[in-house]
Each structure stands twice: as structure tokens, then as C-alpha cells.
């Protein structure tokens, strides 16, 4: 086992680690939560289309003091899914977005819309 200091980190390798020529091709490298965010939100056509109708019935909603769940943007984040699969085909995507991760990207993406609205974005 090998062990290196990289910025004040102490990081632990195994040698198989270091040489594995075949990564797993499931494992994605890259955030998809964060990825499908920012594609949400930067894709014209996605956000035209989808995103800015529901940012606008949740600025509604905050108008009249009322607020809706994170689970309110299941089916926007599924389109938003299906849209990107469409487009990218990356290896190790699947065809359907696991629940856990529908999870996370509904909650984190209502968070921002919330924060993007108390400050008027």
C-alpha cells in the first residue's frame, strides 16, 4: 500500500488501484445530481420548454405563502432525465434514474429554486 501527502491530505492507494487497467463501466465520473442540475437549467430548450413554467407556479406559490415539497419536481426532473439520456448516451448511464438519486436531485434542485427566489434570481 502506498501513501502520499497531496495538499495536506494523506491519501492511501492500493497498488491495484494504481494499476487497474479496466475501470468499472458503471461507475459514472462525473455528479450526475449536479450534472442534470446545470443541464436543467442551460439547456434552452429544456428550460424554455419545462424548467422556467414550474419556477414560475413556484414564484406564484411563494406569492401567496404557500409552499410545495421537493418531491413536487418528480416528473420535471424525470423529463429532465430522459432529455439528457437522449442527448449524452454516457457510458454507465441508465436508462431510468434510480430513485435515490431522483431523491437527491428533487431535493437539491428545490433548495436552489427556494434560494434563487428569496434572492430574486
Same mark, same amino acid.
Given at each position: ?68 415539497? *421537493?418531491?413536487?419536481?418528480?416528473? %420535471?426532473?424525470? !423529463?429532465?432525465? /430522459?432529455?439528457?439520456?437522449? $442527448?449524452?448516451? &454516457? *457510458?454507465?448511464?441508465?436508462?431510468? %434514474?434510480?430513485? !435515490?438519486?431522483? /431523491?437527491?436531485?428533487?431535493? $437539491?434542485?428545490? &433548495? ?10
Amino acid at each position: 500500500m502506498y501513501k502520499y501527502y497531496n495538499r495536506g491530505f494523506l491519501l492511501t492507494m492500493k497498488i491495484f488501484e494504481i494499476l487497474d487497467s479496466q475501470p468499472d463501466s458503471k461507475k459514472l465520473d462525473f455528479d450526475l445530481v449536479d450534472d442534470l442540475i446545470f443541464y436543467m437549467y442551460n439547456d434552452q430548450t429544456f428550460y424554455r420548454s419545462k424548467f422556467y413554467p414550474v419556477e414560475i407556479k413556484f414564484k406564484r406559490l411563494k406569492k401567496s405563502g404557500q409552499t410545495a415539497p *421537493a418531491s413536487s419536481f418528480v416528473q %420535471l426532473v424525470r !423529463d429532465a432525465y /430522459s432529455a439528457y439520456y437522449d $442527448k449524452y448516451k &454516457s *457510458a454507465g448511464l441508465e436508462k431510468t %434514474l434510480p430513485k !435515490d438519486i431522483l /431523491s437527491q436531485i428533487c431535493i $437539491k434542485l428545490h &433548495s436552489q429554486v427556494i434560494d434563487d427566489l428569496n434572492t430574486e434570481k
